[in-house]
């Protein structure tokens, strides 16, 4: 297994760089340039506007900007610098990094918490009230884009008297030390980006489990295992549910991207500090080094969540080999 | 003796006693009752809003509105305006002579000024911040352009510790007003700058923003105590400023001033609402479900005020239009006054702006006391009857099938309109005058673009007819480029302007009215007369209201929403370096 990940690992250095080539090309194929604003400005001389071109190192030819890039990247781990803050983009990124990990790992582990069980009951009930109620249900925050629930939740908030309509904490909360008070305001936040982000998901997943559920239970093993006289519970748990999780372990593999670039509109929205905002900032203001590097990133975790996708298939059945 | 000359008395004293008690020389704040100020108490968090985060925290080394509106907090420049009057008054400088030639300008410093840090502040400081940073070319956010006047470089020099003088190659009466740029400290920034041994463009890497706080030290009312990315910023009061109140009670009251960042404007009226916010300037759009919870008794309120700043929106057409018949008539003054007829600004101020906007000035806001001209006259009114016979004079008389006139070619008048479609004003008011127009037999096809693109549009004269703003300033001198023929942004006439930056302007293609605005700009970019200026910018604004150049609709309102636990609250634009009222704001 370790010589498999190993590989696998070794086998992602050339994907990155054509991916890294490809960003870099996409970027350049934008129109405009980070440059343009200045132009449009009238308090800025065509002279200043010269001299930030050379300071930014665009006046060099795209080949020598993309091998540069690379150079710093495999060199000195440096991901290049952002035009718009001046700073190295790792810092810019490892500084938001932190509330994006937490809300998308909280929001997948709510989702799977709420959306598996969901999922058998429905396939079990296929034909009972609570289930049409539940696919009904299903189906709507399908359909509802993330940032229009979160409009709601604010206008639902807003009418009620409420004062947490945005943000993670209340302004007094932001930058206090940690303390209960802290955690709770906290709280008292956190349910809206995660009805508002996690509803989607719920909905998509519980689609998901209920198919595979529905596929497994009319499978021979499962008739074998009841005519031996197991419990329902256990054939249930034991076979059927795990056999069906399967489909589910690779989606959540490929859910991790969707740190960066899922839900862009709803942290606008929301005014959550991720780093969605942030990547779609970067692409308006052509600030290239910073997209190309959370394109690049993106890119790592895909491939970063197959790998575990596998290998948690691999440990969850037993059919699956490394060879 | 009367009241007043008692008053009077007692004022001397005091100011006797002050001047006695201490060498400081703190600047006393007063005479703003007509703004509603009056004395407040000290204490109190005071939280804004940012649209984003702050790129760093050195005001000159990014192009950042957002950092802006922090930065205009923390620092201070020599002079300043005066809310009421937008004169220019004293601020870090406490005096200031100009020589009779106009080329001379001498700042004495205020005595007794500390950074937030504890260290004096003086003359090093001034002339270290315009000879590294604002002359800078590579500051990013410098402005070395302003300090060449005809090629030739402004000099300047310390005198001693607390004074500072600069040296013009020749009159420039408006560079007093452009004084107001923010003093940096020398003694934190002088290893980001040449002076320090380090390159030109090191400056746009000082001040960071994950700069430690104690870093950023400034002159201002507030200092940084804290920034947490795309959430807040935290100031604190600086103990140290130089401004007290009428009853001598240090400025500013607030203890803390804290901005928060929030991106989506709906999402900051939301936050408003909910009490997260205490202040937030609005749009006319919103103007009438704030004030309508404002009248139900919710605990703000929605303040409209008729401020300088601010930009009026105008409509230009395209001297140089590609279309030669079209051309030809867009530089016929004869057109676009007759056109002016067609336009309803009064129905634009009531639908489009809610009844929250007035009449326009020519190039110069009515608010501006020192400089508008009444031109109301001449901006007629609204009669279509009086267009079609203008039109008719003009001959074009005879109309196609469908009531459009015909051009001379025999081609329908016909002409795109290019508009901005994600404002809140331009959609609806493209429609108005597209429908207005088509009553006189003008067809108008609306052509929208994006808000941040009409400028660019503009410029590369790609265009027909626009609809666009530029903002109004205490002196005409600063909108130079604009209004100018021949300047940069004078690009209904595009053609006017010079081969070269610098150069100078194609005099032949040029109106005799233009030629006379040209001649106007440049004597009073160097008539040291004041009262001899006002009457050359005088003549401009009629000739402007004649001719129009550009036809103005409306001058916007401000409107401004706070919370009722504040007091002394003065309407505040945004990044207006030397307008800055918060100091005077106070918690109830």
Same mark, same amino acid.
């Given at each position: 297994m370790l010589t498999f990940a190993i590989r696998r690992v070794l086998g992602m250095i050339p994907t990155l760089l054509l991916i890294s080539l490809v960003c870099f090309v996409v970027i350049q194929l934008?129109?405009?340039?980070?440059i343009d604003q200045y132009l449009e400005d009238?308090?800025?001389t065509r002279e200043t506007v010269q001299s930030i071109t050379r300071q930014l190192g665009l006046d060099q030819p795209l080949w020598v900007q993309y091998l540069t890039w690379i150079k710093g990247i495999v060199t000195q781990g440096d991901f290049g610098y952002s035009? &718009?803050? +001046?700073?190295p983009v790792s810092s810019l990124i490892w500084e938001r990094l932190g509330w994006t990990v937490f809300l998308a790992l909280l929001t997948l582990l709510v989702s799977w918490a709420v959306a598996i069980p969901l999922g058998i009951y429905t396939a079990l009930n296929r034909h009972g009230v609570g289930a049409t109620v539940m696919n009904f249900l299903g189906y709507v925050s399908l359909a509802t884009p993330d940032f229009l629930v979160a409009l709601l939740l604010i206008a639902l908030v807003l009418g009620t008297g409420?004062?947490? &309509?945005? +943000?993670?904490?209340s302004p007094e909360f932001i930058?206090?030390?940690?303390?209960w008070a802290r955690v709770a305001d906290l709280l008292a936040h956190l349910w809206i980006p995660m009805i508002a982000i996690g509803l989607e998901g719920v909905a998509s997943l519980m689609r998901q489990m209920r198919a595979s559920v529905l596929d497994v239970i009319n499978q021979d093993y499962v008739r074998t295992a009841r005519s031996k006289g197991l419990s329902g519970r256990a054939v249930l748990w034991r076979h059927a549910v795990r056999n069906a999780i399967n489909p589910l372990i690779s989606l959540a593999g490929l859910s991790l991207p969707a740190l960066i670039s899922g839900t862009i509109i709803a942290s606008i929205v929301l005014n959550l500090p991720t780093i969605g905002p942030f990547l779609y900032d970067s692409l308006l203001n052509k600030d290239q080094y910073v997209a190309m590097t959370l394109l690049l990133f993106s890119a790592v975790l895909l491939l970063v969540g197959n790998l575990l996708a596998d290998l948690a298939l691999a440990w969850a059945d037993p059919r699956i080999r490394f060879e | 003796m009367s009241s007043s000359v008692l008053k009077r008395s007692a004022f001397v004293l005091l100011s006797l006693a002050l001047a006695g008690g201490a060498l400081a020389a703190p600047k006393k704040v007063t005479g703003y009752g007509s703004l509603g100020v009056v004395n407040g108490k000290a204490g109190g968090t005071y939280t804004l809003v940012l649209?984003?985060?702050?790129?760093?925290?050195?005001?000159?080394g990014v192009i950042d509105n957002n950092l802006g509106l922090v930065a205009q907090q923390m620092f201070d420049g020599l002079v300043e305006f005066n809310?009421?009057?937008?004169k220019i008054e004293p601020a870090l400088a406490e005096s200031w002579t100009i020589s009779p030639d106009g080329k001379v300008y001498t700042f004495k410093l205020r005595q007794g000024v500390k950074w937030s840090d504890g260290q004096d502040f003086n003359a090093d400081d001034v002339v270290f911040t315009y000879k590294?940073?604002?002359?800078?070319?590579?500051?990013?956010?410098?402005?070395?352009?302003?300090?060449?006047l005809d090629g030739k470089a402004i000099e300047v020099r310390k005198v001693d510790a607390t004074t500072v003088q600069f040296t013009l190659p020749r009159a420039a009466p408006a560079f007093l007003l452009q004084q107001r740029y923010f003093i940096m400290p020398q003694h934190k920034l002088a290893k980001f700058s040449q002076d320090g041994?380090?390159?030109?463009?090191?400056?746009?890497?000082?001040?960071?923003?994950?700069?430690?706080?104690?870093?950023?030290?400034?002159?201002?009312?507030f200092k940084l105590t804290g920034y947490t990315t795309g959430q807040k910023v935290t100031l604190a009061k600086?103990?140290?400023?130089?401004k007290v109140d009428a009853a001598g009670t240090?400025?500013?009251?607030?203890n803390t001033l804290e901005f928060l960042v929030i991106r989506d404007p709906q999402a900051q009226v939301a936050q408003f609402l909910a009490g997260n916010l205490d202040q937030l300037n609005i749009s006319g759009a919103q103007f009438p479900d704030l004030k309508q919870k404002e009248v139900a008794g919710a605990p703000f309120k929605v303040i409209r005020s008729t401020a300088l700043f601010g930009s009026p929106p105008f409509v230009a057409y395209n001297f140089?239009?590609?279309d030669a018949v079209l051309s030809k008539l867009f530089s016929d003054v004869r057109f676009r006054r007759a056109m002016q007829g067609a336009v309803n600004r009064e129905r634009i101020i009531d639908t489009v702006y809610n009844g929250l906007a007035g009449l326009p000035g020519?190039?110069?806001?009515?608010?501006n006391k020192a400089f508008y001209t009444n031109t109301t006259r001449q901006l007629?009114?609204?009669d279509l009857a009086a267009t079609n016979k203008a039109l008719d004079a003009l001959g074009l008389t005879r109309k196609n099938a469908a009531g459009v006139r015909l051009l001379?070619?025999?081609?329908?008048?016909e002409f795109d309109l290019t508009y901005?479609?994600?404002?809140?004003v331009y959609p609806a008011m493209a429609t108005i005058l597209q429908s207005d127009f088509a009553k006189v037999g003008v067809k108008v096809n609306l052509k929208g673009i994006l808000s941040s693109k009409l400028l660019s549009t503009g410029q590369s004269g790609d265009w027909e007819m626009i609809l666009h703003a530029f903002g109004d300033q205490p002196d005409p001198e600063l909108r130079r480029p604009i209004w100018?023929?021949?300047?940069?942004?004078?690009?209904?006439?595009?053609?006017?302007?010079?081969?070269?930056?610098?150069g100078a302007p194609n005099?032949?293609?040029?109106a005799s009215w233009e030629k006379d605005i040209y001649t106007i700009f440049n004597q009073a970019a160097v008539t040291p007369s004041a009262s001899a200026r006002k009457a050359l910018y005088t003549r401009w604004q009629l000739l402007f209201a004649q001719n129009l150049p550009v036809t103005p609709i409306a001058k916007p309102e401000n409107i401004g929403a706070v919370n009722?636990?504040?007091?002394n609250y003065v309407y505040n634009l945004g990044?207006?370096?030397?307008?800055?009222?918060?100091?005077?704001i106070f918690q109830k």
């Open positions: 934008q129109p405009g340039s980070f009238p308090r800025v035009f &718009v803050n +001046g700073r409420g004062t947490n &309509v945005g +943000g993670l904490f930058d206090a030390p940690w303390s | 649209g984003d985060s702050p790129q760093s925290l050195n005001y000159y809310y009421a009057t937008y590294n940073i604002i002359m800078n070319p590579e500051a990013r956010a410098g402005d070395a352009g302003n300090f060449k041994g380090a390159k030109a463009a090191e400056i746009n890497t000082a001040w960071p923003s994950n700069v430690a706080p104690s870093e950023v030290v400034g002159t201002g009312p600086n103990t140290n400023y130089w240090k400025l500013p009251y607030l140089d239009a590609k020519h190039g110069v806001a009515p608010a007629g009114t609204f001379s070619n025999g081609r329908p008048l901005g479609t994600d404002s809140s100018q023929p021949g300047g940069a942004l004078y690009y209904w006439h595009r053609t006017l302007q010079p081969a070269q930056d610098g005099m032949a293609r040029m009722n636990k504040f007091g990044v207006i370096p030397g307008y800055n009222p918060v100091p005077l």
